[in-house]
């Protein structure tokens, strides 16, 4: 994105834009979020807003607006939107949000393909500047630009019609280069389309069609007509062939398409050797075939089925008696339907080698002028990429001739292809006088069938879409979203593992890493939208758990359009806020709840009915709702039970299910080695999370209770996460909360232990706010007795030491904390807070890089005695 123009009467600043590449808070669609930064306007020029409508008639400005920041950014979303829009493509939605900072606001902004929408957003910004300071601009250049990115980038109508009708179906659609290759589904259920050909389209097909002498030979032995032709190596070669055929002929490419090169119904010497040296441009490989006398058709197969039919005419005018060939070819192509590119549903008329050629058989040049009414060829063959037309014909096509079609795309292994036929009438029994196949194309242009110039359009991409996915089939994959403020990990990690014991292949995200099918694909933060589409588009996936952290929706949105079930695990005091205009838990929850306004039709939101703002998402974004909670006698369980819905809770020490009335008991708390024997609240929390994501899925009872008395947090299950260690008499706990909420909890959890002596090793994350990283230093001072303090890798921005400072006046300021100890490194801390304690002694790690953190502890164990996981009879009940 470059920089509106800088001057002194510089009045918009361009902060940064974001492409909401899936779902986001805003929108289901895709748009960029602008900031701006807007300065006082103060002599416009009078007629700002009538050159804004003298380029744009259609904005809706009225001739009293004032250039206040607000209108201006209303003026610049609806530019973006118009300048976007084209014939078969209409935006409409748009939105101005309000920053803290009164100059400063959020332009939204819907658009269809990225490039376009940054390059209309950057002219609309440019309009208004030069509009405000009465500068010149070159808004019909600039508006061409965009015309020809959108040519450039945008899906043809073949790729387009084949999207569509995925999306009608509900299929989800990936487009992953700027060119044709879209894929569409998830994980194991996907499939892919490039152009024309599918997942399906055989590459030895495609290289069969690709020569059209194998092609004639492999159709000749079925018994389909096809002419006599042999491949030529010069010009002298070629018209000895046209001889032994028998005039007239045809000379085209061996290897070519689209109809580039090729001249029919050729007679002399002459024009033989002019059209090969016209197909000799295009290939190195050319052959001559005999002429057949007839209408040019094209018949689309797919699959079994002859899907639709065009009677194709050569590119051609009518003499008007006035203008010469080459001003009436200048009119047709003002025709609104043609453009250069193959976007456009027909394509302009050109003048070239051919043409000429064309030309000199009826006597013409291009400076000729045809009497009235006189048709005039430009071209011999018919094709749409040659400027032809193309009427439909499919209703008309012989029982015979279309058997004979869908019998020729079987013998070259095609699942779809464009059969080129010439007949007297299609309407008529193939016969010897009447059809003969000249020619088989793999990928074949569909717009003569979606935007014929005469007849019926055929929607041939819902035929390609239905030849791809059987009847009910959507090419998803089961979709967990899970999000909150704390517990997102370790539930999505206990969700994964439920659903592996379904036997799935499961794919799952989170702030450790990527791994599908216990095989790890990335290691690091991977909570973000990158990390799921590689999960979503790993062809063995068959189910998806995805961490969603906040930093990815507000970058990026959602990864996926929709989800089965969406987990949101708490907001409490929040976490990030004063970032990206977060000031407040309200806002926050306003992030998360985007995955709730995610969940399917038929999905379910999985929520925790002790947070009020958790609560409230379903409110905002009605859906299907579970509510878990420790408590079962909570209002909302009972509010939502009373109404017929689901809820899981804990009573008695058993988790229970409530299907309306209905509860039951289903497993005990203690046989969960999560929730270590049933004391830690949290993990509880986290099970009755996981525990409902499955039930919502349908998992089957026996597979949840395996998959719930199999899972811990356990290193190898649950990295980093209150994960307890005996480390020669020293009990050790390793977790990554680094937030108000998060270590209230693991205090609370600390309840449970004997140990008398308690030495801490702490940080935290440098993107809260100086508040929330005292209040923890203010809580950690009354549960230990040595406080070891380290700065890692999650600086993110402040000062060397400004973060351990901050914690240590919370320590300050409470009592008990006898020793406080500064150290750059967070596996320097560790080893000295170890070498601290003695046996007896409870050491907590506050492990901002968990997997670093296990693995350098696991390397302790191994070098020291061998050592015992602790369980549950190591602690005090």
């Known amino acids: 994105m470059s920089a509106l123009p800088t001057d002194k009467r510089h009045f918009i600043s361009i902060q940064k834009v974001l492409a909401l590449r899936g779902p986001n808070r805003w929108t289901r669609v895709t748009a960029l979020e602008c900031w701006l930064r807007f300065l006082p306007v103060d002599s416009p020029a009078p007629d700002w807003q009538a050159r804004l409508l003298a380029w744009l008639p259609a904005l809706p400005l009225e001739s009293s607006t004032q250039p206040e920041a607000s209108t201006l950014a209303v003026v610049l979303h609806d530019l973006t939107l118009h300048l976007q829009s084209r014939q078969d493509l209409q935006l409409h939605f748009a939105k101005v949000m309000p920053t803290s900072q009164s100059d400063l606001l959020r332009v939204i902004v819907q658009y269809d393909e990225e490039t376009v929408g940054r390059a209309a957003f950057e002219l609309a910004g440019r309009m208004v500047e030069a509009a405000l300071t009465g500068e010149p601009l070159d808004v019909a250049a600039g508006m061409e630009d965009i015309t020809d990115l959108a040519d450039d980038l945008c899906l043809g109508p073949s790729t387009r019609s084949m999207v569509d009708a995925a999306l009608s179906r509900g299929i989800p659609v990936r487009r992953l280069t700027e060119g044709s290759l879209v894929q569409l589904g998830w994980g194991s259920k996907q499939q892919k389309i490039l152009a024309a050909a599918t997942s399906q389209t055989s590459a030895i097909a495609e290289d069969i069609v690709q020569d059209k002498n194998l092609t004639c030979r492999l159709l000749r032995e079925v018994g389909l007509p096809v002419p006599r032709g042999r491949p030529v190596d010069s010009a002298e070669d070629a018209w000895l062939a046209a001889l032994e055929i028998g005039l007239p002929v045809v000379v085209k490419p061996l290897d070519g398409n689209q109809g580039r090169g090729v001249a029919l119904n050729l007679t002399t010497k002459e024009q033989v050797n002019a059209a090969f040296d016209a197909a000799s441009e295009e290939s190195d490989s050319i052959i001559v075939e005999q002429f057949a006398a007839g209408e040019d058709y094209r018949l689309l197969i797919v699959g079994r089925e002859l899907v639709a039919a065009s009677r194709r005419q050569p590119a051609h005018v009518i003499g008007d008696g006035c203008h010469s060939v080459s001003e009436l070819i200048a009119h047709a192509n ?463 921005g402040r000062q060397p030491g400004e973060i351990m400072t901050l914690i240590t006046e919370g320590l300050n300021g409470a009592a008990r904390a006898r020793r406080i100890e500064c150290i750059q490194g967070h596996l320097k801390a560790v080893d000295l807070a170890l070498a601290s304690a003695k046996p007896g002694d409870l050491v907590m790690i506050q492990a901002d890089t968990a997997d670093e953190t296990v693995a350098h502890l696991r390397a302790k164990l191994a070098a020291a005695a061998p050592p015992l996981m602790a369980g549950p009879s190591s602690r005090r009940h």
Not at 430 to 446: D, H, K, M, T, W
Not at 476 to 496: D, E, H, L, S, Y
Not at 576 to 600: D, F, N, R
Not at 761 to 780: F, N
């Open 334 to 796: 003002l025709d609104p339907r043609r453009a250069a590119a193959h976007a456009a549903a027909l394509s302009k008329i050109r003048i070239d080698a051919v043409a000429l050629g064309v030309l000199a058989e009826q006597a013409l040049t291009p400076d000729s002028v045809p009497e009235l009414g006189s048709r005039v060829y430009i071209r011999r063959n018919a094709n749409l990429s040659t400027g032809g037309t193309a009427v439909d014909c499919t209703d008309e096509v012989h029982p015979s001739i279309r058997a004979a079609a869908i019998e020729a795309a079987q013998t070259v292994g095609l699942d779809l292809c464009g059969i080129d036929l010439v007949a007297i009438d299609i309407s008529q029994a193939l016969s010897e006088r009447n059809g003969v196949i000249i020619e088989i194309n793999a990928r074949p242009g569909l717009r003569m069938h979606l935007y014929p110039s005469e007849g019926r359009p055929r929607n041939v991409g819902e035929a390609v879409i239905n030849s791809m996915f059987a009847p009910g089939e959507n090419g998803r994959i089961p979709i967990v979203a899970v999000t909150g403020v704390n517990g997102k990990t370790t539930t999505t990690r206990f969700i994964a593992h439920l659903l592996g014991e379904n036997g799935w292949c499961v794919g799952l995200t989170s702030t450790d890493g990527v791994n599908v099918g216990g095989r790890v694909l990335d290691t690091g933060d991977c909570s973000g939208p990158k990390s799921a589409r590689a999960v979503l588009a790993y062809p063995g996936t068959d189910a998806a758990v995805l961490e969603i952290a906040r930093g990815g929706v507000l970058r990026e949105g959602l990864p996926f359009d929709c989800c089965d079930v969406a987990v949101v695990t708490n907001i409490g005091e929040g976490d990030h806020l004063g970032i990206a205009e977060i000031h407040t838990p309200g806002e926050l929850a306003a992030v998360k709840q985007t995955i709730v306004a995610a969940v399917s039709a038929t999905g379910t939101a999985v929520l925790n009915a002790a947070d009020p703002l958790v609560v409230k998402m379903v409110e905002t974004h009605p859906c299907r709702a579970l509510f878990f909670a420790l408590d079962g006698n909570h209002e909302v369980i009972r509010r939502h039970c009373a109404l017929g819905g689901r809820a899981i809770f804990v009573r008695d020490g058993w988790v229970i299910r409530a299907d309306g009335a209905s509860e039951a008991p289903f497993i005990a708390c203690a046989e969960v080695p999560l929730t270590h024997g049933g004391l830690i609240s949290f993990q509880i929390e986290n099970t009755l999370a996981a525990l409902g994501a499955a039930w919502a899925l349908g998992i089957d009872d026996a597979i949840i209770l395996r998959g719930a008395r199999s899972f811990s947090s356990s290193i190898d299950h649950s990295s980093g996460r209150f994960n307890m260690l005996d480390f020669a008499g020293i009990s050790v706990i390793i977790d990554y909360g680094h937030n108000v909420d998060a270590l209230r909890a693991l205090l609370e959890a600390l309840n449970h232990f004997p140990n008398e002596r308690r030495i801490v090793v702490y940080s935290s994350a440098g993107d809260r706010r100086d508040a929330d990283i005292i209040a923890q230093g203010r809580m950690l001072a009354p549960h230990f007795d040595d406080v070891w303090l380290y700065e890692g890798d999650y600086a993110r």
